[in-house]
């Protein structure tokens, strides 16, 4: 899979980072990215790549996400993100090892943000995303979202104060925050119910993706002792009809996670958790199927 690192200046990379943050959806920003780098190949002369990639992945992604919208409008349950997972390391390739570059990219790609992201409409969305992760001045955004400069700092306004309730600030001590997550696991594991509910934001929720192909919570949990309960209950669930499942830590869009697979190496299950102030205040599992083949290929080695 491509980088999403917004330094690396590879036409397929810059080209996967806009679309993914666009769509939510690997499958979908692979397929824009290549599209992109195709119609780069057949252009003649392009004085500055960088750019005609980063214009045409936008304008591929806001029709994508057009028609992606009326997809998304009868999904069963809660809609999540395709989760982006990276070893905890973060030291390859793929994801900076500087822990200031890490927070930064993690900010960007967070489940949270993402799910946000959903309150806009897609011109919306690519004016917010190309002024506030990819750093391009107003009148670039213009050409780019085809608005005049003005409307383009209007889109961009409108934008951010829509997105601003949904994108929590996290923690930035990445020890802390995993042995929290640690802890959080055992508890999990061990039933332990109030050892848990210690560890849970009073206000904490959990979404389920099972997209009506799997079995998830078709609405969101809310409350420390619910979901609690709700962890521990499905955990013993799963324990009792498959034993078989083996899980690993990841980093999944920049936070601490969970990939759950069985022993034939498909993906059961991805958790991902978004910890502020030493507490855990989001737990997003991500079970549909069509939601998790990529990671067959980019979590074996």
Do not use: C
């Not at 679309?19 to 992109?36: F, I, K, N, P, T």
């Not at 500087?98 to 690519?126: G, K």
């Amino acid at each position: 899979m491509p980088t999403t690192d917004k330094n690396s200046y590879d036409p397929r990379n810059i080209a996967f980072a806009i679309a993914y943050r666009m769509l939510g959806s690997v499958a979908d920003a692979e397929d824009v990215a290549q599209e992109a780098v195709v119609r780069l190949a057949q252009e003649d002369g392009v004085a500055n790549p960088e750019a005609w990639v980063t214009t045409v992945a936008t304008r591929l992604s806001i029709d994508q996400l057009r028609s992606a919208r009326v997809r998304r409008e009868a999904y069963v349950g809660p809609w999540l993100p395709e989760p982006l997972v990276a070893d905890p390391r973060w030291d390859s390739a793929h994801h900076p090892a500087d822990p200031a570059d890490r927070a930064e990219l993690a900010d960007t790609l967070s489940q949270a943000l993402l799910v946000a992201l959903e309150r806009l409409t897609p011109v919306e969305r690519a004016a917010f995303l190309l002024r506030e992760v990819f750093d391009y001045d107003y009148g670039r955004i213009a050409e780019i979202v085809d608005r005049s400069e003005d409307n383009a700092r209007q889109l961009v306004t409108r934008a951010k104060k829509h997105v601003a309730a949904g994108r929590p600030r996290f923690d930035a001590d990445e020890q802390a925050r995993d042995r929290l997550f640690g802890r959080f696991l055992e508890a999990v594991d061990g039933g332990d119910l109030d050892g848990l509910e210690e560890l849970l934001a009073e206000d904490v929720v959990l979404w389920g993706d099972g997209g009506g192909v799997v079995k998830a919570a078709l609405i969101p949990v809310h409350g420390a002792a619910d979901v609690a309960r709700f962890l521990v209950h499905t955990d013993r669930y799963r324990r009792k009809h498959d034993d078989t499942i083996v899980a690993e830590s990841v980093v999944v869009n920049g936070q601490p996670g969970s990939l759950f697979r069985h022993t034939d190496g498909t993906v059961f299950a991805v958790m991902a958790v978004d910890i502020v102030d030493g507490r855990i205040v989001a737990i997003r599992t991500m079970r549909n199927p069509e939601k998790l083949g990529h990671l067959v290929r980019t979590t074996d080695h």
